[in-house]
T-cell receptor, first 114, second 113 residues
Framework: ETGVTQTPRHLVMGMTNKKSLKCEQHLGHNAMYWYKQSAKKPLELMFVYSLEERVENNSVPSRFSPECPNSSHLFLHLHTLQPEDSALYLC?????????????FGPGTRLTVL | AQTVTQSQPEMSVQEAETVTLSCTYDTSENNYYLFWYKQPPSRQMILVIRQEAYKQQNATENRFSVNFQKAAKSFSLKISDSQLGDTAMYFCAFMNQGGKLIFGQGTELSVKP
């Protein structure tokens, strides 16, 4: 298995749907991240989990709900999204959430909200 | 505020030639890390190279090397002997002491045959 995997790779949903994005890391890391990548903008950090505890939430709307059931899995639950939420959602992991530890990324989920 | 600036939205280079991508950053911290990530059309964000701020020696990884100028807060990436597979978006990133990774807006590099 490659380091960080994400499913699905593509997702189209209506504004009233509920869906979930899944991330799994096979690197034995203890920190996991969700990023949003919109066109022509830098990556935006959404959530950080360290040892399964949420340690950062960067003013993300409540229609995005993260879940980290164990150190290998991270979910992003989506409900009543808006068209402006269409973006590439990237998951990353690192050994710990400290300056010396490199983050490794998954391939992303391309989300389109109709 | 800590920021990363990539002033070249797009660049192109002929295959086998050398290209340099620019990056500047702003921080008051003294101990931090800098990264270049590559994102090809497949969208996978791949680590290219990383530099520790307290190391004066520039990092190298095969055809990739950096020119790290700490006083100038500059961190450029040089790609030698460019290959078609180097075509990608390149992101410069800064990791602060709190472990937060801050990205620039990216430079889209096209390698032409």
């Amino acid at each position: 298995e490659t380091g960080v995997t994400q499913t699905p790779r593509h997702l189209v949903m209506g504004m009233t749907n509920k869906k979930s994005l899944k991330c799994e890391q096979h690197l034995g890391h203890n920190a996991m991240y969700w990023y949003k990548q919109s066109a022509k903008k830098p990556l935006e950090l959404m959530f950080v989990y360290s040892l399964e505890e949420r340690v950062e939430n960067n003013s993300v709307p409540s229609r995005f709900s993260p879940e980290c059931p164990n150190s290998s899995h991270l979910f992003l639950h989506l409900h009543t999204l808006q068209p402006e939420d269409s973006a590439l959602y990237l998951c990353a992991s690192s050994q710990r959430r400290i300056v010396t530890d490199t983050q490794y990324f998954g391939p992303g989920t391309r989300l389109t909200v109709l | 505020a800590q920021t990363v600036t990539q002033s070249q939205p797009e660049m192109s280079v002929q295959e086998a030639e050398t290209v340099t991508l620019s990056c500047t950053y702003d921080t008051s911290e003294n101990n931090y890390y800098l990264f270049w990530y590559k994102q090809p059309p497949s969208r996978q964000m791949i680590l290219v190279i990383r530099q520790e701020a307290y190391k004066q020696q520039n990092a190298t990884e095969n055809r990739f090397s950096v020119n790290f100028q700490k006083a100038a807060k500059s961190f450029s990436l040089k790609i030698s002997d460019s290959q078609l597979g180097d075509t990608a978006m390149y992101f410069c990133a800064f990791m602060n002491q709190g472990g937060k990774l801050i990205f620039g807006q990216g430079t889209e590099l096209s390698v032409k045959p």
